[in-house]
């Protein structure tokens, strides 16, 4: 309701015929008042014309009885005259005597003879002869000072009946009102329908422009020949961008991919590394038992560091193996999910110093893709490793409220950059990032991110950078069920 | 004066010829066409003069009967008429039966219309039918129209009626006026300019036939005895010119000529006849005690 009373936010279909309309309304307006304020001009002044050539008329029909005061021949001029004078409607015509009493008039019922000429005309012509217009009644009103040799010998009083005049002032201003109304309506829908078949590209244009499962689809050549050339040449180029936006698409799946094999790569030599760890001392305590088996010291000691040893290297390998091939039940994710990511990033933590914050409050089993939350958080954790000074310090902390899985992770590096930033903080799906530009791996954790339904916000602390990820999980029957 | 047959002669020359004369004199006699010499007729408001058609056929009938060209005179009172008639401006003229009883030693009667078969008519007093008065002394104190004062319907019936309550006008009457018309009456009676007017009989009956829109707005609250119908008069100094004589016989022979009873079916006659002063006896009555209150 709000928007419909911003004109701003108005269609461009609705906004210009309403503006023709408005300016319609205006111009009509102004060009009706001018016309028929010069048309009641003209009118009056005519009938004012009229008017005078009838009391011309009368006059000297009644000038020679009324100095006889002979009352049959002032009310037979009266009489005769009414109905004689072309657009002239008298109501009544009267002759008064200088003593201010009717002689004759031509509705002698009205006005007898010998009467007093009625207060009205009295007051409206108290000292001056003249023509008055009332049209609030639809009269008008005359008199004029008979007079012979020069002496007042009575005045003529007449009585118009102006509604003809006014009932055509009316029609005109109908006809006018009308005949404006109907143009303003035709031109104001002709805007319209015009606009609206002009701007018809756009709402195509409009249809495409939108990402459809991460691609961009192109307009069929059959909208082509429909449009204008001007929409054609638009159509053309959008169509070249969304095959080039299209491309890159592709292109930066199969880098994303590429970049996963990096990272596995990275990760391989790391679970190398921290398995080749071990296995010296492992060597060192077999050559140990071999030697000194004899000793129950020296073997038990031996055996143990040799237990811890494979512990470790089993530790590795199940977090290796949960992460990359799933586990048991991928809809379940327990603390020790989160936990197991130590071993992967203990490489990358060790190699450079870095301290790391672990908070894993996940007390519970969550119903939720555990496989795609250890790929987010991992990913996470190792863009935090990468952006981190060495000895910096990060720090990871997960917690279940609100029927939510919360993942943080802070570093404090150089800050990551915005347009990187921009894949997670978007809402709606970003174009994959051109291939020789940094970020795949972010882009590829906000698609995971969105599959599962969540979100997530980029946050500068001052010194380095916190991401916080807000993932739904499903209801505890859901747990059941994936149970 | 009943008209004779018989020519006069004053000096050995026709009085019409001396009238002629001294109507040339003033340059008003009409100049005679094919040798015979125009025939002046006045007509007065007694009846419908104002009926173009009605005088154009007069005029037509007259000038195909007497073999000569007629003029017809309007004029606005009867006395104008009478007037041009002493003056001899006129060979005969149409005057009210008041003014031929006024003035009947100097006038021949040529002939009288018939109405109902009959020459006689009655006096109308009439007052608006939004009136209350119902007889004649309830018009007192009305402004009354007349029509003459040389009418007998017109004037002298009301008059003489006054006289019997021995009143005047001014004293009876709030006001009056005349309108020199009996059509005139109806119209002030039925319009309201006037609240009573005395008028001819057989004029408001004829107009309730023609124009029953205004005769439906006026009552008659009086009617007179029968009364002589206005004649038709010469000088009795021209009665028995020829002139003369072949107008009376065309008013007398209107019946009998197809042209003749188109005028008479407009006038609502039945024809001419010929009368004598005993037509008029009662209006000679009236006239005396109107005079003798005076």
């Not at chain 1, 008064?96 to 010998?114: K, M, T």
């Not at chain 1, 197991?340 to 203990?346: G, S």
Request: aromatic share 8%; proline share 4%; hydrophobic share 45%.
């Amino acid at each position: 309701m709000l928007r419909l009373l911003r004109i701003a936010a108005w269609p461009l279909v609705v906004k210009v015929p309403v503006l023709v309309a408005g300016l319609m309304i205006t111009v009509a307006t102004t060009i009706s008042y001018v016309v028929l304020w010069h048309f009641i001009q003209d009118q009056e002044s005519n009938l004012e014309l009229v008017a005078s050539a009838y009391l011309d008329g009368v006059s000297a029909a009644v000038l020679p009885a009324i100095t006889r005061e002979d009352v049959w021949e002032v009310y037979d001029a009266l009489d005769r005259t009414r109905s004689r004078y072309a657009g002239v409607e008298p109501r009544f015509t009267l002759v008064a005597l200088p003593n201010g009493r009717v002689l004759a008039a031509s509705d002698p019922l009205r006005f007898p003879f010998r009467s007093i000429v009625p207060d009205e005309l009295r007051r409206r012509f108290a000292t001056d002869d003249g023509f008055i217009i009332d049209t609030a009644i639809g009269r008008g009103w005359l008199a004029r000072t008979l007079r012979a040799g020069g002496v007042p010998v009575g005045r003529l009083f007449a009585g118009l009946d102006i509604t003809n005049l006014l009932r055509l002032r009316r029609e005109i201003l109908s006809t006018l009102i009308l005949v404006n109304a109907c143009l303003t309506l035709a031109f104001a829908l002709g805007g319209y329908f015009a606009l609206k078949r002009m701007l018809q590209p756009l709402s195509i244009l409009k249809d495409y422009v939108e990402l459809r499962d991460g691609r961009v689809e192109t307009i069929p050549e059959s909208y082509r020949s429909r449009v204008s050339s001007e929409f054609g040449q638009l159509f053309d180029r959008f169509n070249s961008m969304a095959r080039a936006l299209n491309e890159r698409q592709v292109l930066a799946t199969h880098l994303a991919e590429q970049e996963k094999y990096a990272m596995l790569g990275r990760l391989a030599s790391g679970m190398a590394h921290e398995i080749n760890n071990p296995l010296g001392g492992m060597l060192n305590a077999i050559d140990t038992i071999q030697a000194h088996g004899e000793d129950p010291a020296v073997r038990l000691t031996s055996l143990d560091f040799l237990r811890r040893g494979l512990g470790s290297i089993r530790n590795v390998a199940r977090a290796a193996l949960v992460t990359y091939k799933g586990g048991s039940d991928i809809n379940i994710l327990i603390q020790g999910d989160l936990d197991d990511l130590l071993f992967l990033v203990q490489h990358e933590t060790g190699a450079r110093r870095l301290r790391l914050d672990w908070q894993n409050y996940v007390s519970q089993p969550l119903a939720i893709n555990g496989s795609a939350v250890r790929q987010i958080a991992l990913n996470l954790l190792l863009n935090a490793c990468a952006a981190s000074p060495v000895e910096g310090l990060i720090t990871f902390i997960a917690s279940y409220s609100d029927e939510a899985l919360w993942i943080v992770v802070a570093d404090e590096g150089p800050g990551l950059p915005k347009n990187i930033a921009a894949f997670l903080d978007q809402a709606v799906s970003e174009a994959a990032p051109a291939p020789e530009s940094k970020g795949l791996g972010l882009w590829t954790t906000s698609q995971l991110i969105r599959r599962l339904g969540g979100g997530a916000e980029v946050d500068y602390l001052g010194i380095g950078t916190r991401v916080t990820v807000t993932l739904p999980v499903a209801s505890d029957d859901a747990l059941d069920v994936a149970a | 004066m009943l008209c004779g047959h018989e020519q006069r002669h004053i000096f050995g020359f026709s009085r019409r010829t001396i009238l002629c004369s001294f109507a040339g004199l003033v340059g008003t006699w009409p100049v005679p066409t094919n040798g015979k010499a125009e025939l002046s007729l006045g007509l007065t408001p007694v009846f419908l003069d104002n009926d173009m058609k009605l005088l154009l056929l007069l005029q037509r009938y007259l000038s195909q009967q007497l073999d000569r060209p007629v003029r017809l005179v309007r004029q606005r009172t009867y006395r104008e008429t009478l007037v041009t008639l002493l003056a001899g401006q006129l060979d005969a003229t149409w005057i009210s039966d008041f003014l031929y009883v006024k003035h009947q030693d100097r006038l021949a009667l040529l002939a009288v219309p018939l109405y109902r078969h009959q020459p006689f008519s009655q006096a109308f007093v009439i007052v608006n039918k939004a009136s209350k008065a119902s007889t004649f002394d309830d018009i007192r104190g009305t402004l009354h129209a007349f029509s003459d004062p040389d009418s007998a319907s017109g004037y002298l019936i009301t008059r003489w009626l006054l006289a019997l309550r021995r009143e005047s006008p001014s004293e009876f009457f709030r006001s009056f006026f005349f309108t020199y018309g009996h059509r005139n009456v109806i119209r002030a009676v039925a319009n309201g300019l006037a609240e009573s007017g005395s008028v001819e009989g057989y004029v408001w009956e004829i107009m309730k036939e023609r124009e029953p829109e205004l005769i439906d707005k006026t009552r008659i609250v009086f009617r007179s005895e029968r009364l002589g119908l206005p004649p038709i008069v010469a000088l009795d100094t021209t009665c028995d010119l020829p002139a003369i004589q072949a107008l009376t016989a065309a008013l007398l022979d209107m019946i009998s000529d197809r042209l003749g009873r188109e005028i008479l079916s407009l006038l609502a006659f039945d024809g001419f006849t010929t009368a004598s002063a005993t037509l008029y006896e009662s209006t000679v009555k009236k006239w005396q005690m109107v005079k003798a209150q005076a």
